[in-house]
């Protein structure tokens, strides 16, 4: 595969698959779980593409191969870019600088050096493999300086980029010493993807008051300079989602629905189930909804022989110091409520930190009478709709911090500002009270748009508006008929 040239190629940070090594020295790869790799899985096969990626562990260098039929390109990170470039400028200046400052981002030049050239070599790499023309898809924040990159090495490549997380005010964003660089870093792209209007709306607003370029949504002007020539940019949101169709028919295997029941029973078979699934990040609000909850036994509003919250917190970045913090302070909250409020035969909280499988956690999306989804700032939440996709028996209450991405999809569900506790206890109740009709009617809606626009309908829309920008790629736009009737699924921009 050394020599081969691809006609699609996928850069992201990590690999769609994860490299596991057994007790005696072997080594193998799974597939990673997530939205991205199944929707980008079958444009792969279509044009036998690549998909350029850090195997998630440093010092390991790898040649290209094949996995499942997905043509894999490993990149090589040396501990001192994991520090630098990964755990320092993407997970402690971009990460909690994008997500409204809710922790202080940090701000190192070397940092910054390290991202300037781990991302050079990303760069590097998907150019050494793109073929003549190639349409080339660049993922997240950790890549933000790729396409420009892209762009000078390799001008006939067709650019992409999608940013998974939330875009910044101009007020916040404007902190960041490197702000201009990112910003023509991600000028270098055709198209700019982002999970919501508002998200868009920032970029765009950072593109006038840095560079002044005109800008007219979705459209961006950017001018000639002595490298390039002049370039219309899209910049627009794409709301991500989740592969409904398998997740629903996951949740529908009687498998799954024992163990759901087999859930119930091992909680004690309370009424009400209470339900939060996420990373262990401090974007997530945690911390809101267990005060919330704590409150509430408290006033005696619920009683613990009735009602359970399972939380489950997924390890995240725990070589980062604020992330060790978090963790403390979670399961110092936890130990206090069961404390406080805990029988002997009933458990306020169960606290999970580890992950689970998609069996499992599509068996406690079916257990779970109440979702709380009480992100601070998330630029989607799949988990949000994984859980309406689960819920095939129309029942069950989704509370939704507005301040995530899909509450702008899923408005049937109870939106809640997580800041407001009173509001979110209020919120809790309404959900723990809710007469079935209700709940049906509401949930029959949140399925109905979450089928609408799944992950493949947002990869074939990204797809096409590149394609669109670009006047029509016959190589690639010719490949995706097979993905579905893209003639109602997609929004199409018009052309410049």
């Known amino acids: 595969m050394a020599d081969e040239r691809f006609a699609f190629v996928v850069v992201s940070n990590r690999l769609p698959v994860d490299r596991v090594v057994a007790e005696d020295g072997s080594a193998s790869w799974k597939q990673s779980p997530g939205g991205l790799v199944t929707a980008l899985e079958p444009v792969m096969r279509k044009t036998e593409g690549a998909w350029v990626g850090w195997i998630g562990q440093p010092e390991v260098e790898l040649a290209p191969f094949t996995h499942s039929g997905l043509r894999i390109v490993p990149l090589a990170l040396t501990g001192g870019e994991v520090e630098l470039f990964y755990e320092g400028f993407s997970n402690d200046t971009i990460w909690p600088l994008y997500h409204d400052v809710i922790v202080p981002a940090t701000y190192h030049r070397d940092w910054w050096d390290s991202y300037v050239a781990v991302n050079q070599r990303f760069a590097d790499q998907a150019a050494a493999v793109a073929d003549v ?130 859930i119930r029973a091992e909680l004690g078979n309370p009424k009400t189930v209470i339900l939060g699934v996420d990373r262990l990040d401090y974007t997530k609000g945690i911390g809101h909804r267990l005060k919330a909850f704590s409150e509430i036994l408290e006033e005696g509003r619920l009683k613990v022989e009735d009602v359970t919250l399972v939380q489950v917190a997924s390890p995240s970045r725990e070589r980062v110091e604020t992330y060790k913090h978090l963790r403390d302070e979670i399961e110092l909250t936890v130990g206090r409520i069961n404390g406080d409020f805990g029988t002997i035969g009933h458990q306020a909280v169960n606290y999970l930190h580890h992950g689970f499988p998609r069996e499992e956690m599509a068996a406690l999306y079916l257990a779970a009478d109440v979702m709380l989804v009480t992100a601070l700032r998330d630029g989607m939440n799949l988990v949000a709709k994984e859980y309406v996709a689960a819920r095939h028996d129309e029942d069950g209450v989704l509370v939704l911090s507005e301040f995530a991405g899909a509450a702008d999809e899923l408005k049937t569900s109870l939106r809640i500002n997580p800041h407001d506790i009173d509001g979110l206890k209020d919120a809790i109740m309404q959900a723990v009270d809710m007469p079935r009709a209700e709940r049906r009617k509401r949930m029959r809606s949140l399925r109905k748009r979450v089928r609408e626009n799944d992950v493949g309908h947002w990869s074939r829309s990204f797809l096409r508006t590149l394609s669109d920008a670009n006047g029509g790629i016959d190589r690639l736009g010719a490949d995706l008929d097979p993905l579905g009737d893209l003639e109602w699924t997609v929004e199409r921009v018009p052309k410049p």
């Not at 000078?152 to 997380?165: K, Q, S, Y």
């Not at 765009?204 to 300079?225: H, K, N």
């Not at 989602?241 to 759901?260: G, H, K, N, T």
């Open 133 to 262: 023309g190639a349409t080339v898809w660049v993922h997240d924040y950790q890549l933000q300086l790729v396409p420009r990159m892209l762009r000078l090495a390799r001008p006939d490549l067709v650019i992409g980029f999608f940013n998974h997380i939330p875009f910044p005010a101009y007020g916040l964003y404007s902190q960041l010493p490197w702000r201009t660089q990112i910003i023509e870093g991600l000028l270098g792209a055709d198209v700019i993807g982002f999970q919501r209007v508002s998200d868009a709306g920032n970029f765009s607003r950072a593109v006038r008051r840095l560079l002044g370029y005109p800008t007219r949504s979705p459209f961006i002007e950017v001018p000639a300079t002595d490298e390039l020539p002049a370039r219309r940019v899209v910049a627009r949101p794409f709301p991500i989602s989740i592969d409904v169709v398998a997740f629903e028919e996951l949740a529908r295997s009687p498998a799954v629905q024992a163990r759901a029941t087999q």
